[in-house]
């Protein structure tokens, strides 16, 4: 079974108010692309509730469209997502999981990473965000990491070595990076373990994440750059299973890892 969730009710019903008044005052959709400055595909996805309208938009549309503050008003009913559109379903399930394996070739995993990493890495966003979705984003990130704090739940990560090695920012954040890692692997709750690219061609294609509720219903979650997918189909899940499990033999150990993460840190 796969889970999609529908785009926000306020989205499309702004975006068809925006459409409505647009029509009534004869404004064409070039004009408004052009006042607001977007291209005339993002007026379109607003439009088709496809996109969350900016507050920009909002108002040059109340003001070019005569609108006198009534398009303006929904500005409170769009505040910024906490988190992409497509992760909503993940994020419930993560939030009740009593047992999280993630491997991630890349990246630090998301609970794993430090405020100013978090920063940098939803920052770096294209198209970009504004400063407003970055920030509600960043700090979503850092209240989601309380999870940790849950003893009785288990945490197991597999880390990709281009993520451990290589830097998304300044080499000092990363070394901050680094020494949390080594922080939080101390935790009895927690499991790190490191992936060496030394040949090994297993764990190529990307980031996977298996989730395990309190009713012990399994979930596999596959995230790329314009899609995911949190899937409860048996097969599935029972695929994802064997192959995060023969990443978590080739990976190093606890120990050996943490040692390898230690010498990266020291080397920065």
């Known amino acids: 079974m796969t889970y999609t969730r529908p785009r926000p009710m306020a989205w499309q019903y702004c975006g068809e108010q925006i459409k409505l008044w647009r029509n009534l005052a004869g404004v064409s959709r070039e004009t408004l692309a052009k006042e607001a400055g977007y291209g005339c595909e993002t007026i379109a996805s607003v439009e088709q509730g496809r996109r969350r309208p900016a507050v920009h938009l909002l108002r040059i549309a109340d003001q070019l469209c005569g609108a006198k503050g009534l398009l303006r008003a929904a500005e409170k009913y769009l505040e910024p997502e906490q988190f992409p559109e497509r992760s909503h379903d993940y994020m419930r399930y993560e939030a009740e999981a009593i047992a999280i394996s993630s491997y991630q070739p890349m990246r630090i995993p998301g609970l794993l990473q430090t405020e100013e990493y978090a920063q940098e890495l939803i920052g770096s966003w294209w198209p970009p965000l504004d400063d407003q979705t970055v920030e509600v984003r960043v700090a979503n990130r850092m209240k989601r990491q309380a999870l940790l704090d849950k003893q009785t739940?288990?945490?197991?990560?597999?880390?990709?070595?281009?993520?451990?090695?290589?830097?998304?920012?300044?080499?000092?954040?990363?070394?901050?990076?680094?020494?949390?890692?080594?922080?939080?692997?101390?935790?009895?709750?927690?499991?790190?373990?490191?992936?060496?690219?030394?040949?090994?061609?297993?764990?190529?294609?990307?980031?996977?994440?298996?989730?395990?509720?309190?009713?012990?219903?399994?979930?596999?979650?596959?995230?790329?750059?314009?899609?995911?997918?949190?899937?409860?189909?048996?097969?599935?899940?029972?695929?994802?299973?064997?192959?995060?499990?023969?990443?978590?033999?080739?990976?190093?150990?606890?120990?050996?890892?943490?040692?390898?993460?230690?010498?990266?840190?020291?080397?920065?």
Do not use: C, W
């Open 153 to 268: 739940h288990v945490f197991n990560y597999v880390i990709g070595e281009p993520a451990l090695r290589y830097p998304i920012a300044s080499r000092e954040q990363h070394q901050r990076q680094l020494h949390h890692l080594l922080t939080v692997s101390k935790r009895r709750n927690v499991t790190i373990q490191a992936l060496r690219f030394d040949g090994i061609p297993v764990g190529m294609d990307g980031s996977l994440i298996l989730l395990e509720t309190p009713d012990h219903k399994h979930f596999a979650y596959e995230e790329g750059q314009l899609t995911s997918s949190l899937t409860a189909e048996p097969d599935k899940v029972s695929q994802a299973t064997q192959t995060l499990a023969r990443i978590t033999q080739l990976a190093m150990g606890p120990g050996e890892s943490a040692a390898f993460i230690e010498e990266l840190a020291d080397t920065q």
